[in-house]
Each structure stands twice: as C-alpha cells, then as structure tokens.
C-alpha cells in the first residue's frame, strides 16, 4: 500500500539470505545462552572457596608457612588439571543439592534454576551424572593418583550425604558444619597438598587453621537462609543455635582461628581472617 501511495520505504527489505543468517545467529547465540544456564547451574561463585583451598593446600605443600614464602608459587599442568576435574566433582555436588533444596531455594528467593523450571529436574539429574562420569574419565586417563582419587570421591560422599534422604545431613545440627569444615577445609585443602606433597602430620597441622575458619563462614551462610529454612523445618546449625548465639560462636570462632595463625605464623590465614571479619 505504500508503494501504491508513492510513499518510499526507508529501510530497504532484506533478502531471504539475510533474514537466514540472522535466524542462524540468533538460534547460536540461544545455544550459548542455554550452555551458560548449565554452566551456573553448578554454582561457580562458590566454587570459588573450593579453588582457594585447592591452591592453599598446593601451597602449603611446597614452602613453609612463614612469611619469607608469602609470594612464592607456581603452576603446573597437575595442578590445572586436578583442579579442573575436582570442580566436576563440586558442581556435581551443588546440583543435587540444588535438586532436594528446591522448595526451600524456592522460599529463600535465590537459586531459581529448578524452582522456575528453566532445569528440569530430569536435566539436572543428567548433568551431575555427566560430571561425574567426566571426573572417573579423566582420572582414569591422566593416570591421576589415587590419593587425589580418593579425596574427591569422600568430598563427592559427602556432599550427597549433605542433602539426600535418609542421611540430609544439612538438617543435623553440629553434623552440617562437620561436614563443610570437613569438605571445604579439610579434603580440599588435601587436594591441593597431595599435588607435590605426601600425606603426613604436616598436612593436617598447615590444614587446621583452615579446617576451623570453615566453621565461622559456614554458621554465617546458614544466617543468610535462616528465615526459610526456618519455616521449610530445616534444622540447621544456625536455626538450632538462633541468630544472636550463631553469630556468637560464629565470632569465636574467628577469634580462636586467627590466634592460630598467628601461632603458626601463617601469615595467608591471618590475612583472610582479619580482612573478612569486619564483614
């Protein structure tokens, strides 16, 4: 009709090759997006703490903890590595819990992937057998040592005890923070020294410190959720104890953690501590 008017378009009209090309990018760029979901869907943010203790404990391994060795460390493609297929193992983990904390994830406002069906849970059930499988495929062909093999399989142990029934650890009161401190603190950690080191005294004398500041930044995150999880009847450490005395043992905890470092003179725990204590 325009046309007909007089009235000259001012954009011309596309041919079909380019409405295709845009179609094809636009279906690309969905895929992208898609794998971006699955990608987050393991939580990598809090993947983070499992890569610094994965470093710390890579660190600790090769250099005292004075101060002298503060800035000391290298990389290598064991490190990378073991690093990558032990985060298959974590992203594994966060997703079952994911998976049986959707209803309270759905009350506490976060965690919305399951809630708002953007993963399905049969998806989601795929994806950490996926990852899974990856982990036991990689050790298997880079030859990985069993030490290494065995610390991850009693992180990803854990980390099912944590959430699924009959065990749901995470509703057990003193049983949830064993298990972080355990997980994150601990086997972590021994990941990370079992790289150069061998399992001795020494590897659990540098892992204590850590080990207990694991118990402050767990209580605190159970503060975060305490609402819901109050009212979804998940007992955890932070509802058991209320949010006035949680905080209070959460601060001692603190206290007591950096007395350690200093003790040890363990200048890398002493600057966590007292940088993320006044937060």
């Known amino acids: 009709f325009q046309a007909e008017d007089g009235i000259r378009d001012l954009v011309r009209s596309r041919g079909l090759g380019d409405v295709y090309k845009r179609q094809t990018k636009d279906l690309f760029m969905k895929k992208i997006l898609r794998l971006l979901d699955f990608l987050f869907f393991m939580r990598p943010i809090i993947l983070i703490p499992i890569w610094s203790f994965i470093l710390i404990g890579h660190y600790h391994s090769g250099h005292t903890i004075h101060v002298h060795n503060f800035f000391r460390f290298g990389f290598s493609t064991q490190l990378i590595i073991k690093s990558i297929l032990s985060t298959l193992v974590v992203g ?10 959707r209803e309270t994830d759905a009350l506490n406002k976060k965690l919305f992937f399951i809630p708002k069906s953007i993963i399905t849970l049969k998806q989601a059930k795929i994806q950490s057998y996926v990852l899974v499988i990856t982990f036991v495929a990689g050790s298997i062909l880079f030859q990985l040592d069993w030490r290494y093999i065995l610390f991850n399989l009693l992180l990803l142990i854990l980390g099912i005890c944590y959430s699924i029934p009959p065990f749901q650890f995470k509703s057990r009161p003193g049983l949830d923070l064993l298990l972080n401190m355990l997980g994150y603190g601990g086997l972590s950690f021994f990941i990370g020294w079992t ?11 540098a892992a204590l410190p850590y080990f207990i500041f694991m118990a402050a930044m767990y209580i605190n995150t159970t503060l975060i959720d305490y609402e819901g999880d109050k009212e ?42 007292a940088v993320s204590s006044p937060i």
């Open 195 to 205: 790289i150069n080191g061998i399992i001795s005294r020494s590897m659990f004398i």
């Open 232 to 273: 979804s009847g998940l007992l955890t450490t932070g509802v058991f104890f209320g949010k006035n005395l949680a905080s209070l043992i959460s601060l001692i905890i603190v206290f007591f953690t950096l007395t350690i470092g200093y003790l040890q003179q363990n200048w890398i725990i002493f600057s966590i501590v």
């Open 92 to 101: 594994a983990v966060y997703i079952v819990n994911q998976i049986y904390d």
